[in-house]
């Protein structure tokens, strides 16, 4: 039987809530951020529940 490992890197990237969402950073605030307006880089703060598309996904990578 082989190890369980999970990826360590999704682990620190994507936090479960007690319920067992997935909550993560807003994405697109990293760069190129003088070209967006202020109002869209506010928006872009705080954590956002992974899209259902993505949940399985990263939900097996977590080893959930």
């Known amino acids: 039987m082989p190890k369980f490992k999970p990826h360590t890197g999704t682990g620190k990237r994507v936090k479960v809530t007690g319920k067992g969402k997935l909550l993560t950073e807003q994405a697109g605030k990293r760069h190129l951020l003088e070209g967006k ?5 506010r928006r872009m703060t705080g954590t956002v529940t992974v899209s259902k598309a993505d949940t399985k996904r990263v939900k097996k990578l977590l080893g959930r």
Do not use: A, D, R
């Open 37 to 41: 307006s202020s109002k869209v880089t």
